[in-house]
């Protein structure tokens, strides 16, 4: 078998894994993978969707499953190819006792981010499926 480099780009989620997999994969397989990385949405000229759009090809797409639904049904990507890798939430809690923060538009999750007097993190397990 002739080996292959395989293009694949990631949204920033995953991203991280797919470079610690990368040269377990190339050693094993001999194939080579180039690995972009971009964001699952947004108007940035890096983000997925526009890189597709602006006709750029991967072999391997991996990107939030809204946006990757999108790109199917918008023949980006083939019907039937998805399989889902992670199961993942994220979440957002206020202070007990302090009123629920308003975080129903972009612009209003920006301000309450910029408001906050200050933000923690949680760090939790991704179950991998």
Partial sequence: MQA?????ISSGAF?????????IFEEKTGHTIHLS??????????????????????DLIILASNQLDKMIA???AVKGSRVDLVHSSIGMMVKK???????????KFDK?????????TLQVR????
């Fill in 74 to 76: 918008d023949d980006f």
């Fill in 97 to 107: 006792g302090q009123p629920k923060s308003d975080i129903s538009t972009q612009a």
């Fill in 126 to 129: 991704v179950e991998r499926i």
């Fill in 37 to 58: 990385s971009g964001s699952s949405m947004g108007a940035s000229e890096t983000s997925i969707p526009n890189r597709l759009k602006r006709g750029e090809t991967f």
């Fill in 112 to 120: 309450v981010l910029l408001d906050a007097k200050s933000i923690g």
């Fill in 15 to 23: 991203y991280a894994t797919m470079n610690e997999l990368k040269p």
């Fill in 4 to 8: 292959a480099t395989i293009e694949v």
